[in-house]
């Protein structure tokens, strides 16, 4: 009888995996290059066929207060180890492989209880990117962000900007869900944000809209959300503007006002008139 091989041993071991419900096994780089080097010349042409939108500069652009300080060679060094456990690296891949290892990632706990990853959503060529704490619920349930109460708020925000979803592109801190909708914890944030600051380098938005104190904490290292919301912040080219979470407004309709006046600030810097949203307001009434 001959002897099995290590293709009779991979066999059996991903029969075991498939028999056990894991519908996903991770190569280091070294074996998936050897077995699918096609499959890896996919992902350097992925990586290599994202360019910025010809009117955006092309420089590499990221990071700011808090995102700077992880181009540190610690994280670095994370982010090659998350290469080798995950089969792509998230501060080299391009869009679609970034989207496939966050699909999969256990950089954290919060996979542990998670029904979705929630990798964000709308243009991925978007002026204007928004970015909150991390998925509730609903979002965990969709796969989605910002799909249950807050996020029919948040849309509403958008389209009083004279803008839609799709225009846009929606993100947050973590990309699972902290359990009891919890805050995240540091480790957890500090795990997930590589993956963030990947898709701001491929989006490059022209403005970041930070939705309350959490992703004001990570993106730009300051707290105190009511004294910061509404101004101006530089992060790395990215003009940052903080204002209040939807879900806060839901809790607090008097800050509705606050917010409004942050986002005019934001519509002045597209070009959009905000005498006009006003006009289809009274137009509704
Ligand atoms: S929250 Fe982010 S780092 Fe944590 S498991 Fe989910 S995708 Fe990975």
Same mark, same amino acid.
């Given at each position: 009888?001959?002897?099995?091989?290590?293709?009779?041993?991979?066999?059996?071991?991903?029969?075991?995996?498939?028999?056990?419900?894991?519908?996903?096994?991770?190569?280091?780089?070294?074996?998936?290059?050897?077995?699918?080097?096609?499959?890896?010349?996919?992902?350097?042409?992925?990586?290599?066929?994202?360019?910025?939108?010809?009117?955006?500069?092309?420089?590499?652009?990221?990071?700011?207060?808090?995102?700077?300080?992880?181009?540190?060679?610690?994280?670095?060094?994370?982010?090659?180890?998350?290469?080798?456990?995950?089969?792509?690296?998230?501060? *080299?891949?391009?869009?679609?492989?970034?989207?496939?290892?966050?699909? =999969?990632? $256990?950089?954290?706990? &919060?996979?542990? @209880?998670?029904?979705?990853?929630?990798?964000?959503?709308?243009?991925?060529?978007?002026?204007?990117?928004?970015?909150?704490?991390?998925?509730?619920?609903?979002?965990?349930?969709?796969?989605?962000?910002?799909?249950?109460?807050?996020?029919?708020?948040?849309?509403?925000?958008?389209?009083?900007?004279?803008?839609?979803?799709?225009?846009?592109?929606?993100?947050?801190?973590?990309?699972?869900?902290?359990?009891?909708?919890?805050?995240?914890?540091?480790?957890?944030?500090?795990?997930?944000?590589?993956?963030?600051?990947?898709?701001?380098?491929?989006?490059?938005?022209?403005?970041?809209?930070?939705?309350?104190?959490?992703?004001?904490?990570?993106?730009?290292?300051?707290?105190?959300?009511?004294?910061?919301?509404? *101004?101006?912040?530089?992060?790395?080219?990215?003009?940052?503007?903080? =204002?209040? $979470?939807?879900?806060? &407004?839901?809790? @607090?309709?008097?800050?509705?006002?606050?917010?409004?006046?942050?986002?005019?600030?934001?519509?002045?810097?597209?070009?959009?008139?905000?005498?006009?949203?006003?006009?289809?307001?009274?137009?509704?009434?």
């Amino acid at each position: 009888m001959p002897e099995p091989t290590i293709a009779d041993d991979l066999l059996q071991l991903l029969n075991w995996e498939q028999k056990h419900g894991r519908k996903t096994v991770y190569l280091a780089p070294d074996t998936r290059s050897q077995f699918f080097p096609d499959s890896v010349q996919a992902c350097r042409e992925t990586r290599d066929a994202n360019p910025a939108p010809a009117s955006r500069s092309t420089e590499p652009r990221v990071t700011g207060a808090g995102l700077k300080t992880d181009t540190s060679a610690a994280t670095i060094q994370q982010a090659k180890q998350d290469s080798s456990d995950h089969g792509g690296d998230p501060m *080299t891949c391009g869009w679609e492989d970034l989207s496939r290892l966050v699909q =999969t990632c $256990h950089r954290c706990s &919060l996979h542990k @209880s998670r029904t979705n990853v929630v990798f964000g959503e709308g243009d991925p060529h978007a002026r204007i990117m928004f970015i909150g704490e991390g998925p509730g619920f609903d979002e965990d349930q969709s796969g989605r962000p910002f799909v249950g109460r807050a996020g029919q708020l948040l849309t509403k925000m958008i389209q009083a900007m004279q803008l839609s979803r799709e225009e846009v592109f929606i993100g947050n801190i973590v990309k699972c869900r902290p359990p009891g909708n919890r805050t995240p914890h540091e480790d957890e944030a500090e795990a997930c944000l590589p993956f963030l600051r990947r898709q701001i380098e491929l989006i490059q938005p022209d403005i970041l809209v930070l939705l309350g104190a959490t992703p004001l904490k990570y993106i730009l290292g300051k707290t105190g959300i009511t004294r910061l919301h509404g *101004t101006w912040h530089d992060v790395n080219g990215i003009a940052t503007i903080p =204002t209040f $979470h939807p879900s806060y &407004l839901l809790r @607090s309709p008097q800050r509705k006002r606050d917010v409004w006046e942050d986002l005019k600030k934001v519509m002045a810097r597209i070009g959009k008139d905000p005498e006009e949203t006003m006009r289809k307001v009274r137009r509704q009434d």
